[in-house]
């Protein structure tokens, strides 16, 4: 397998970001760490050996980026409004850094599904129902979509716009909504296990029906529990049937 680290100075977070590559073509997977986790988490933890076959035969290729949750919503030393700047400042960096990075590296416009676990669904999920006009889908596993559960009661317009149980409730344009409306691969999947939250995945699998948002709500059984296991097995079994 094709495996290559890449970095630079992003300019949207003023630190140095690492990205994971693997495989040579294919549709673009941008994978999203879970909790404070990093670029390598997903390598670490066998998810890119489980879609070895899919990366090897070029049905997809893997890019896997840091987080700065340790800089954001996890940094309990942090106000709140400092937070959600500081997550603006990470949307900015995928949108105008790391998607370019992903063209230019497959020579073209391939299209980029975003994917992630825990916390890293709810940004796998935010990055595409926020720009539907840049990502092509989204597999989010495990996740929690009300970014209140992580902002400690503070509630502000970037945390709104960061909060896709929020806006897409009240979504109403003709650009990004006949986006989401005619997407094809909008997957939220969880388990039913042990700390997992399917009841989360419910509840905005709802809000995306009330917006005629087309999408499949896959809820897996108790056997299932909010860990790497599930995800290893949740991942490849959407890659290999659903696209």
């Known amino acids: 397998m094709n495996r290559e680290i890449h970095a630079w100075h992003s300019p949207s977070l003023n630190k140095q970001m690492e990205i994971a590559v693997y495989g040579h073509y294919g549709m673009s997977l941008l994978m999203l760490p879970t909790a404070a986790a990093d670029y390598l988490e997903y390598e670490r933890f066998l998810l890119i050996d489980v879609l070895a076959k899919h990366i090897n035969s070029g049905k997809i290729k893997v890019f896997s980026i840091n987080s700065i949750n340790a800089e954001s919503w996890l940094n309990r030393n942090m106000h709140p409004r400092h937070k959600s700047i500081r997550h603006q400042q990470f949307n900015n960096y995928v949108t105008n850094e790391v998607v370019p990075f992903i063209h230019n590296h497959s020579q073209g416009l391939t299209p980029i599904v975003t ?7 709810l940004h796998a999920a935010n990055l595409f129902f926020r720009r539907p006009d840049i990502f092509s889908g989204t597999i989010a596993m495990s996740g929690v979509y009300d970014l209140s559960s992580y902002s400690d009661g503070y509630f502000d ?8 149980e929020h806006y897409i409730r009240n ?5 990004f909504l006949p986006r989401l409306q005619n997407c094809p691969h909008i997957h939220i ?14 509840r905005f699998s709802s809000i995306l029906s009330s ?12 056997d299932m ?3 790497w296991t599930t995800w290893r097995a949740m991942l490849p079994y959407y890659i290999e049937t659903r696209f």
């Open 115 to 121: 994917t992630g676990a825990s916390l890293g669904a």
């Open 225 to 227: 529990p909010h860990d």
């Open 157 to 164: 317009e970037d945390c709104y716009f960061n909060s896709p």
């Open 211 to 222: 917006k005629g948002i087309p999408h499949e709500l896959d809820v897996w059984g108790h």
């Open 189 to 202: 999947l969880t388990g039913s296990g042990a700390y997992e939250a399917p009841n989360a995945s419910r």
């Open 171 to 175: 979504m109403n344009d003709d650009y």
